[in-house]
């Protein structure tokens, strides 16, 4: 059922990581350094990434941190602008729960967990839906959506919750409605594909994504389909996927292909189109176009970025650029204020002026766990903007709190296992999912 990907999971970023036992200060300068002076990820600067000097004086300005109590969707919220939140400056694990399968050769985590105010919601490698107190960690109920006949492994899927309901996709071509206060399923319906990446839910519609770029909007109360759009099939692309935003009549929709597209949410009427292949092409990894970072709306701008090596500013009615630079990645790009907060295919985490897309810094992360032989590339995952703190997290155990102003590092802190997916932060809480399956809050 499943036509074959091309996985490359050294390139897809979902390494994280989570802070080991006893943790009081959260990412404060550690005291003994693994490695002395700063960390300089090799070959980082074989792009030429530089800071721009017109705006090197220009002070960052963000907004106010606040407290949110909801991360309903992969990305925190239908747009996956969430801005700058709040964290408190010293958190220590509060508990962790084996949420069921985690990540082996023949699966991946690709589920971010959701918070809706006091329950945490997740999905593990193989379509078990789990509910989860956030403060005491008593779980409340656990539902199996693996078909009895599904023999193969398979990669895929996500949640999402909107008025009482979670929405799942899976990679077994199905999607459902469960109800979130017991787990039971309230309908389920048959896709013309497998589904990749998590559904996008808004005004009574559910938005996915196949693996061959079909979007289906659906009825959220019911799950009848509304309207569909095929995009430009892809044969090869990244491990997972990016979800449709959506904000005020306009869904946005990122494809494998690398195509980018406005439609109406109405009818599917298609506003604008744009493409993010980049046109210096210098490999086969380099070919694949694939968006694999959520798009972003903020304030009437669509923000997104390739892993083939392009990023783009667009009016979200006209589809109009704003600006587009050569800077690759596979993760979201976070917004916040007048600055947008990047992590590249090159392991250099940029602050862009989000006006112009002109670079104010750069800061190039540790690119191989042995960085004398270049072996082991470390996945990064990343930027979660709270309290002042950028935070990314690597494959290799350990993560980086870097200065949203500055670029400066902040600290670093050990981690016990790699993680699956970006952290979330909601009710001055932080959750990281592990690619063993463990979640583990710190508050």
Known sequence: MQQRFLTLAALCGLGLGLAGCGITDWFDS???????????????????????????????????????????HAGGNPTHAMYHLSMNDNVEESWRSDIGEGSDDSQSLLAQPIVVENVVFTMDAQTEISAYDTVSGKQ???????????????FGGGIAYSEGRIYVTT?????FALDASSGNII???????????????????????????????????????????????????????????VAGSTVVVPFSSGEIIGLSVTDGRVIWSDSLSSVNRIDPLADLAHIRGQPVI???????????????????????????????????????????????????????????GRLRWVRPLQRFEDEEDQEDLIQWSGPVLASD?????????????????????????????????????????????TDSADLVVMR
């Open 30 to 72: 550690a005291e003994e350094p693994r490695l002395p002076g700063d960390r300089i990820a090799i070959l980082a600067l074989d792009k030429g990434l530089t800071p721009d000097p017109e705006i090197a004086d220009q002070q960052i300005i963000l907004p106010k941190p606040f407290e949110n109590n909801f991360w309903t």
């Open 140 to 154: 409340y109920w656990r539902v199996d959506l693996e078909p009895e006949d599904e023999d193969d492994g398979f």
């Open 171 to 175: 990679g077994f071509a199905r999607v």
């Open 187 to 245: 309908w389920e319906k048959d896709m013309p594909g497998p589904l990749r990446a998590a559904p996008t839910v808004n005004g009574g519609r559910v938005f996915v994504v196949t693996l061959d770029n079909q979007l289906l909007t659906l009825a959220a109360d019911d799950g009848r389909r509304l309207w569909s759009h095929i995009g430009i099939q892809e044969d090869a692309g990244l491990l997972g996927a990016a979800s449709p935003a």
């Open 298 to 356: 903020d304030r009437g701008v669509v923000l997104a970025i390739s892993h083939s090596g392009r990023m783009i500013a667009l009016d979200i009615e006209r589809g109009v650029r704003a600006w587009d630079i050569d800077l690759g990645g596979v993760q979201t790009p976070w917004v916040a204020g007048e600055f947008v907060f990047v992590l590249t295919n090159d392991a250099q985490v940029v602050a862009l002026r989000r006006r112009d």
């Open 389 to 433: 703190r950028l935070i990314v997290a690597g494959s290799h155990g350990e993560a980086v709190s870097i200065s949203p102003y500055t670029g400066e590092v902040l600290g670093f802190i050990e981690l016990p296992d790699g993680a699956a997916l970006s952290p979330v932060v909601a009710g001055n809480s932080l959750y990281f999912l």
